[in-house]
C-alpha cells in the first residue's frame, strides 16, 4: 500500500476533490443526505461568506497514490476565542476512509496548523462552529439526518479517539411524532392557557416581507438566550443575514414566531421543515429549480421538522413563558398534519431541565452527537482514555 501524502488545498483541482470526495465516501449508504456543492463551496471560501471576516482556514486532503482518501479543515475562529478568552483551533468538515494512518495524518496536520496561530487547545467536528453544522454521530446510524444535522459513518468514532481526541461535550437530538405524548399536551395546554390569562403574554409569527429586521430581532434574543451555554459563540450580522436569506427560501411563516411579555419580545422559535428528502433528490446539484421550487415540487416527500432554535431571555424562563411556546408548537404540529415527526435538537447533554421538559411532552433521544478535544502537542495514539 502506498504512503498517505497531506496536501494543502491551493488550486481548483484540489478544491474540487475537497468538495466532491463525500460521494464516494457515502457511496451506497442509504442515509447519507448530500449537501448542495453551490453551499459548501460558498461556506468554504474565505471571499464569499462572512464566517471568515474574522477567522482562518486551511484545507488539507490525505492522497494515496492518485486517490483521494481523506479531507479535513482547520479553522480557527478569532470571535470565538475573544469571546471565551480562550486559544482554541477547530477541525471540521471531514471525511475519510476507514483509514488511521489517513485520519491521523490529517489531524496532525490540523494539529500543526492550528498550533502554528498560537492555539493551544483543538476542537471538533464544528463546520465550522457551533452555529452551523456540528458533532460527530455516535448513536443512532439507523436513521438519516435532519436539516442541518450532521451524519457519518460508525468508524469515524475510532478514527477521532485512536488520534488521541476525548469526549468533550455530546449533544442530544430529541423526536416526538403525533401519536406521542397526547396526555401530556393536553395538560400542557391547560397549563399554558392559565398562564395567558394570567400574564400579559402574546405571540406573533415573524414577518416574512420584513424578514431583515426580524433577524435582527432574533440576534438580540438569542444572544440573550443563549450567551452562557458552553460552546455559544455570537453570530456577526452578517452571518445571520446570510443565513436568514438561506431559510426564508424554505421557511413555513407559522413556524418562526416571537413571545412578548407586557409587549416586550422576551423569547423566539424557529421550526423549518426537514427538506433532507429534497436534498437527497438533488444529488447536490442546485439547478434552474432552486430550492424553493425544488420543496414546493418535492413537498409530499417532506415529513418532518426541524428544531432550529428555541430560546428565552434568562429573566422570563420562570414565569412559564416557554411553556406558552411549546404549546403554541404543539397545536401547529397538530394542526399541520403532513409533518409526521419533529426533532428538537441539538440540546446539550446536561442541560437536564429541558431535556426532561421535552421528555415530559412525548420526546424520546434518538441521536447523539459528540464533540471531541485534545490539548495542542500531546501527540497522539491513546493518550486520553
Not at 432554535?309 to 403532513?338: S, Y
Request: glycine share 8%; aromatic share 12%.
Amino acid at each position: 500500500m502506498q504512503g498517505v501524502e497531506i496536501v494543502n488545498v491551493s488550486d481548483r483541482r484540489g478544491w474540487n476533490e475537497f468538495v466532491d470526495l463525500p460521494w464516494r465516501i457515502y457511496s451506497g449508504d442509504p442515509n447519507w443526505v448530500p449537501p448542495i456543492k453551490k453551499f459548501v463551496r460558498r461556506l468554504l471560501d474565505p471571499a464569499k461568506h462572512p464566517f471568515w471576516k474574522f477567522s482562518k482556514r486551511a484545507l488539507f486532503l490525505a492522497k494515496r497514490g492518485s486517490q483521494t482518501v481523506g479531507r479535513i479543515a482547520g479553522i480557527v475562529d478569532d470571535n470565538y476565542n475573544q469571546y471565551h478568552r480562550e486559544k482554541s483551533g477547530a477541525w471540521g468538515f471531514f471525511e475519510c476512509d476507514n483509514d488511521h494512518e489517513a485520519a491521523a495524518a490529517l489531524f496532525s496536520a490540523v494539529e500543526e496548523w492550528v498550533g502554528a496561530q498560537g492555539m493551544t487547545f483543538l476542537r471538533g467536528p464544528l463546520n465550522p462552529s457551533t452555529n452551523y453544522e456540528v458533532g460527530m454521530l455516535i448513536q443512532g446510524f439507523e436513521r438519516p439526518p435532519t436539516f442541518m444535522m450532521t451524519y457519518n459513518p460508525p468508524y469515524y468514532v475510532s478514527l477521532a479517539e485512536t488520534y488521541g481526541f476525548y469526549k468533550e461535550k455530546d449533544l442530544l437530538a430529541m423526536v416526538v411524532t403525533r401519536a406521542t405524548g397526547a396526555e401530556m399536551r393536553v395538560m400542557l395546554n391547560r397549563t399554558a392557557q392559565r398562564i395567558v390569562e394570567k400574564e400579559n403574554v402574546r405571540i406573533r409569527n415573524a414577518n416574512i416581507k420584513d424578514f431583515r429586521a426580524e433577524i435582527a430581532l432574533m440576534k438580540d434574543l438569542y444572544e440573550a438566550a443563549w450567551s452562557r451555554n458552553w460552546g455559544f459563540v455570537p453570530m456577526s450580522a452578517d452571518e445571520l443575514v446570510e443565513m436568514g436569506e438561506n431559510l426564508v427560501r424554505i421557511i413555513d411563516p407559522d413556524l418562526l414566531f416571537f413571545v412578548y411579555y407586557s409587549e416586550e419580545p422576551v423569547g423566539f422559535c424557529v421550526i423549518v421543515p426537514d427538506i433532507n428528502p429534497v436534498l437527497k433528490r438533488l444529488n447536490g446539484k442546485l439547478g434552474i429549480l432552486g430550492m424553493l421550487k425544488a420543496s414546493l415540487l418535492y413537498r409530499n416527500e417532506i415529513k418532518g421538522l426541524r428544531g432550529l432554535l428555541f430560546g428565552f431571555k434568562p429573566t422570563h424562563r420562570q414565569l412559564g413563558l416557554p411553556l406558552v411556546a411549546f404549546d403554541w408548537l404543539n397545536r401547529l404540529h397538530m394542526q399541520k398534519t403532513q409533518y409526521e415527526y419533529l426533532e428538537l435538537g441539538w440540546n446539550l447533554e446536561d442541560n437536564h431541565d429541558i431535556i426532561q421538559f421535552q421528555i415530559d411532552l412525548g420526546a424520546r433521544v434518538y441521536k447523539r452527537y459528540r464533540i471531541f478535544g485534545k490539548p495542542v502537542g500531546t501527540g497522539n495514539g491513546s493518550d486520553f482514555d
